[in-house]
């Protein structure tokens, strides 16, 4: 996930397809394993900031 991130891959499009490859019938049980690597959770957070604007740059 790293590297589709990095190569600007549609992660989400990605994480359709691993999911049904692994069988899950429903993708937030693929997601369940990612919550064990800092790495994404750090890069998740941080895309969530800029989505959220929560630096504190915007209008409040």
Do not use: N
Not at 34 to 39: K, Q, R, Y
């Amino acid at each position: 996930m790293m590297l589709w991130h990095a190569e600007g891959i549609d992660v989400d499009q990605r994480m359709l397809a691993l999911s049904t490859y692994m069988g899950h019938a429903e993708i937030f049980y693929t997601y369940w394993y990612l919550t064990a690597v800092p790495e994404l959770m750090a890069l998740a957070g941080g895309k969530f900031e800029c989505f959220a604007d929560l630096s504190g740059d915007g209008d409040e």
